[in-house]
T-cell receptor
């Protein structure tokens, strides 16, 4: 099976940089994804890493190290609207269902 | 459709009653997921459908929960004899397939279930 660990809560100030870590245990591996969920809303896809290294999409970047079973989401130039929950997720190498971590609640303060 | 559609958006039911929640995935998406999320909590996997394969039911919490997917499209999640602990938002999601593009799944807005 799969399990993922991420911090439950992170607080940062507007304009700052924040890193949300995710460690995972899985019987196989087929990629690490990140999703954002605002209160009362549906989760939405942010990024996906299948290979080691950094993927950049605007202010958001995601990193993966398969040898360490570790990844992180980096948010730069934080804005108030970035206050949300962020979930990492993995698939096993059978390409089956996506398992989510417990989520990290990010609070951005002025 | 343009996105994943779920109905009802809100449902209040009495303890012991049965409820059905419907999900209409994005057209052409072969993979369909049901997750449950309690207030302020993470996403709990319930069931996964992929094409014509047998569904992965490993996340269903009890035999009161069942789901079906007809014609490889619309899915219905049924909860029998509802209990107060079933109160949660039930999220449906779909994706193109189980390959790399399957890492991008698209969620509906959820069905908010309250059992009183």
């Amino acid at each position: 099976g799969q399990s993922l660990e991420q911090p439950s809560e992170v607080t940062a100030v507007e304009g700052a940089i924040v890193q949300i870590n995710c460690t995972y245990q899985t019987s196989g591996f087929y990629g690490l994804s990140w999703y954002q969920q605002h209160d009362g809303g549906a989760p939405t896809f942010l990024s996906y890493n299948a290979l080691d290294g950094l993927e950049e999409t605007g202010r958001f970047s995601s990193f993966l190290s398969r040898s360490d079973s570790y990844g992180y989401l980096l948010l730069q130039e934080l804005q108030m609207k970035d206050s949300a929950s962020y979930f990492c997720a993995v698939r096993d190498n059978a390409g089956n269902m996506l398992t989510f971590g417990g989520g990290t609640r990010l609070m951005v303060k002025p | 459709g343009a996105g994943v559609s779920q109905s009802p958006s809100n449902k209040v039911t009495e303890k012991g009653k049965d409820v059905e929640l419907r999900c209409d995935p994005i057209s052409g998406h072969t993979a369909l997921y049901w997750y449950r999320q309690s207030l302020g909590q993470g996403l709990e996997f319930l069931i996964y459908f992929q094409g014509n394969s047998a569904p992965d039911k490993s996340g269903l919490p009890s035999d009161r929960f069942s789901a079906e997917r007809t014609g490889g499209s619309v899915s219905t999640l049924t909860i029998q004899r509802t209990q107060q602990e079933d109160s949660a938002v039930y999220l449906c999601a779909s994706s193109l397939d189980s390959g790399p593009s399957g890492n991008t799944i698209y969620f509906g807005e959820g069905s908010w279930l309250t059992v009183v």
